[in-house]
């Protein structure tokens, strides 16, 4: 069975210590100016219309960013190049799928209308991947937006 350290060996959660604090600032100012100017070099498409596979490359940026900011076995240099990579990728899958429809079809959903005027759109909704609860008596569609829509049986 595993021991609780004593209270003077426990992880300071609060506080550890100001190098740290003064790593996060000297890090962390360089890096984010960089991610800024990386993704204004990049152009507005980076970012611009959030469908799923941009929300994922959003995501890593954040995360790339965070692990920068917060880990020090990550290198500012390191972690620069890390953002650089993510905006080139994601340059190269937007110069892609601007070239072939076949490259936008596999990286990009089309968006589907599930719910019109009152009424789910039945073909929409068959098409679509519901979630059904244990009971049966609720089906739920989760959108890109980030509402749910719930149709109950019965």
């Not at 426990?10 to 360089?30: E, H, I, Q």
């Not at 970012?47 to 900011?69: E, H, P, Q, R, Y």
């Not at 005027?117 to 098409?127: I, S, V």
């Amino acid at each position: 069975m595993m021991s609780l350290p004593a209270w003077d060996e426990s992880p300071r959660v609060f506080f550890d210590s100001w190098s740290g604090l003064a790593r996060v600032v000297l890090v962390g100012v360089p890096a984010y100016a960089a991610l800024v100017v990386f993704i204004r070099l990049s152009g507005k498409r980076t970012l611009a219309k959030m469908n799923a596979f941009d929300l994922v490359v959003t995501v890593a940026l954040g995360s790339t960013l965070a692990s920068i900011l917060t880990s020090t076995e990550v290198a500012l240099a390191e972690g620069l190049v890390a953002l650089a990579l993510l905006v080139l990728l994601q340059l190269l899958v937007a110069w892609g799928a601007g070239r072939s429809s076949r490259f936008e079809a596999l990286v990009k959903a089309s968006p589907v209308m599930l719910f019109y005027r009152g009424d789910f759109l039945g073909a929409a909704l068959r098409l679509s991947t519901p979630r059904t609860n244990r009971a049966g008596s609720s089906t739920t569609w989760g959108l890109a937006s980030g509402t749910t829509l719930t149709r109950r049986s019965g």
